[in-house]
């Protein structure tokens, strides 16, 4: 059975806690903030106010960290970089000036290492009654989502965004889609074929937000990350093939389904899936291409600079676009502001819970879950390079690993490998 927690004071400061960690930069990935600002204000921006609410939860490291040591010190290693990289660049421009950057997506690594004491402070049961608040936060943003998009239109951020591809047309809105890839998505995959119950609800839920959302790069990440999970699983345990098997029908039912339903849905995704691979793969253009080619602008920008970058500045002028402030690749503003140490130092705890994760596989251990949900997260996040967002939004994946992480600590320890589950 998940865990309660009974002292009303525990409760709210770990809610408190996933406010921070989890639901601020959710806000802040999804794009709600287009839509709380118009009651909300918030100058400082919801990276920086993540930071400074966090404050509060700052503690001493008091806890052994088990294999997670190698992290810790790449994450400490990380944020000494960022420290002096910030330094640097004040003394180029100013601090505001450095600041309006910094905080736009690259002080996530901040807000999370300062969190880390209190995640290692949880005791086995807070850890999961918190991984168990986060899982349900989710769930509430996916259903406004869905709510918004199939419902009725009740944040208003619909107007104007028809798409037409080859002639079929769509209303479409990626605003209030929360980061459900790759970390979710690998998790509800992972319990589905372990037979968690509930597992099939949720993931019925995220992957009909996915489809709704009508963005390619998440589906495809998601579809990597179901190769790889049953890939894995199907050699670690031939039993597994009937249970993937029901999983594959059931999803092919439910968009059967929803062909019925909403056929201009599919279709839709029939005529963009078809021109990705007729036009933009084919002749080199579309938004894969051009992320590709801010990230090449970006290493020919640094190229008499390459290990440390130029620092946290704009590559434009205020009023035109910018590589740094824009949300198309998140590799080219870390090559562009902390170059190949930077890239190098966001990347390594990845490796290091990767390798890790691998060696556990190969070595054959009783439950191997969590493994399966770090291996494909890495998998999708690497193919995904030109847009994935794992080297930025640190607490929603990173994070969020790190205490399935600790969870599984736990659960070693006592040799209980029964109660895996967060939903």
């Not at 850890?127 to 608040?133: F, G, P, R, S």
């Amino acid at each position: 059975m998940r865990a309660t927690i009974t002292n009303k004071g525990d409760k709210y400061k770990i809610w408190y806690f996933v406010f921070v960690f989890f639901i601020i930069p959710t806000i802040q990935v999804s794009g709600l903030t287009t839509v709380i600002g118009r009651l909300i204000p918030n100058p400082l921006g919801y990276n920086l106010l993540a930071f400074i609410l966090s404050l509060p939860l700052l503690s001493s490291y008091n806890k052994n960290y088990e294999n997670l040591r190698g992290v810790i010190k790449v994450l400490t290693l990380l944020i000494i970089y960022i420290f002096f990289t910030f330094i640097f660049t004040v003394n180029k421009t100013s601090f505001i000036s450095a600041l309006t950057v910094f905080r736009h997506s690259f002080m996530q690594a901040v807000n999370l290492f300062v969190l880390l004491p209190f995640m290692f402070s949880l005791k086995k049961e807070e850890v999961n009654y918190t991984l168990h608040c986060i899982f349900k936060s989710l769930i509430i943003f996916i259903i406004i989502y869905l709510s918004n998009n199939l419902v009725y239109d009740w944040l208003g951020v619909k107007d104007s965004l028809m798409e037409n591809v080859n002639g079929v047309s769509i209303d479409r809105s990626i605003i209030g889609m929360p980061l459900i890839d790759p970390v979710w998505s690998a998790l509800l995959i992972t319990y589905a074929i372990f037979k968690v119950p509930k597992a099939n609800k949720y993931l019925f839920l995220i992957l009909l937000t996915i489809i709704i959302s009508f963005t390619r790069n998440v589906l495809f990440s998601t579809f990597i990350i179901a190769i790889t999970i049953i890939t894995i699983s199907i050699l670690r345990n031939f039993k597994n093939i009937s249970r993937t098997v029901k999983l594959v029908s059931i999803i092919l039912l439910g968009i059967s389904f929803l062909y019925i339903l909403m056929p201009n849905v599919i279709n839709f995704w029939i005529a963009k899936l078809s021109n990705t691979f007729n036009e933009d793969i084919k002749y080199d253009i579309g938004t894969f291409a051009f992320r590709e080619r801010l990230i090449e602008d970006a290493i020919y920008s640094i190229k008499h600079n390459p290990l440390f970058g130029l620092g946290y500045i704009r590559d434009t002028v205020k009023g035109e676009y910018s590589m740094v402030l824009g949300g198309d690749t998140y590799i080219a503003p870390i090559l562009w502001c902390e170059g190949w140490i930077g890239i190098t130092l966001r990347s390594l705890p990845f490796v290091i819970l990767g390798l890790n994760s691998l060696f556990n596989i190969i070595k054959g251990g009783k439950k191997y879950w969590l493994d399966l949900v770090i291996i494909a997260t890495i998998t999708a996040s690497a193919i995904n390079y030109v847009q994935t967002k794992a080297l930025t939004d640190y607490p929603l994946i990173l994070g969020i690993i790190i205490l399935l992480k600790i969870k599984d600590n736990y659960d070693r320890k006592s040799q209980n490998f029964s109660n895996y589950s967060i939903l």
